[in-house]
């Protein structure tokens, strides 16, 4: 009899000395999060033109090439916002908005008069304002749980301003791509008394799609990659 009451003893003490740990150990990740982040555009080609006259004949000419120009979109430093409201555990709605400082490059060559070809640049800025959904991928989490794998995609506004904004275009944006998330600190005390629920680091990298702006096919849409990182805060 004594024997069973100190091993019943023993057990509940074990359980309650346990209950705190799983507890405390649990995540409560915050609904709201803000992050920013810095990186690199990559650069990307815009197209080539040709520049042409009638050529003589009868009853009319082949064209005649005055010249090539060709133009690419330089890569630039890109700064990033973002605002998310987390839907599930898993998934969380998000809102990004980044301006990237860049240069349209036209190369200019096969000039019909035979002139060295030419380079001119001129400087842009491009913004996006776009919309997308987050999915944490929970189960490929390591380094005990502070390292999250994300993977990301969404769809929104171009606006490039050229030269000062002498003149403006606008199109429409997407993104796909991924990253993680690097949990630095976490309230794990009195979580809902908290305001700070948690902060830490945030690396993208992205695929990104752009339509229309300074572009010399309407059609196309135009690909580039972006590399960003920097820190974020749940609430």
């Known amino acids: 009899m004594l024997t069973r009451v100190t091993i019943g003893t023993i057990a509940l003490v074990c359980v309650g000395l346990a209950m705190p740990t799983v507890a405390t150990a649990q995540r409560r990740d915050g609904r709201f999060e803000l992050s920013g982040s810095i ?82 640049t001129s400087r842009l800025t491009q913004y996006t304002a776009e919309g997308g959904l987050v999915w944490h991928l929970d189960r490929l989490r390591f380094a005990h749980s502070r390292v999250r794998p994300f993977v990301t995609g969404g769809v929104g506004y171009l606006r490039q301003l050229h030269d000062q904004a002498t003149l403006v275009e606008t199109g429409e944006s997407g993104f796909a791509g991924g990253g993680v998330k690097i949990l630095l600190h976490e309230t794990a005390q009195r979580p809902r008394r908290s305001f700070l629920k948690s902060f ?10 752009t339509h229309g702006g300074f572009d010399i096919d309407d059609t196309a849409w135009r690909t580039y990659p972006t590399l960003t990182g920097g820190a974020y805060v749940c609430f």
């Open 200 to 209: 830490g680091v945030r690396v993208d990298a992205r695929a990104n799609f």
């Open 39 to 120: 990186g690199l555009a990559g650069s990307h080609d815009l197209g080539t033109e040709k520049a042409t006259e009638p050529g003589n004949g009868v009853p009319s000419g082949s064209p005649v090439t005055l010249f090539q120009a060709a133009t690419t979109l330089e890569r630039g430093p890109v700064f990033e916002g973002r605002v998310g409201w987390r839907l599930t555990r898993s998934l969380t709605a998000e809102g990004t908005f980044s301006i990237t400082r860049t240069h349209l490059r036209t190369s200019i060559t096969n000039d019909f008069e035979s002139a060295p070809a030419t380079v001119a």
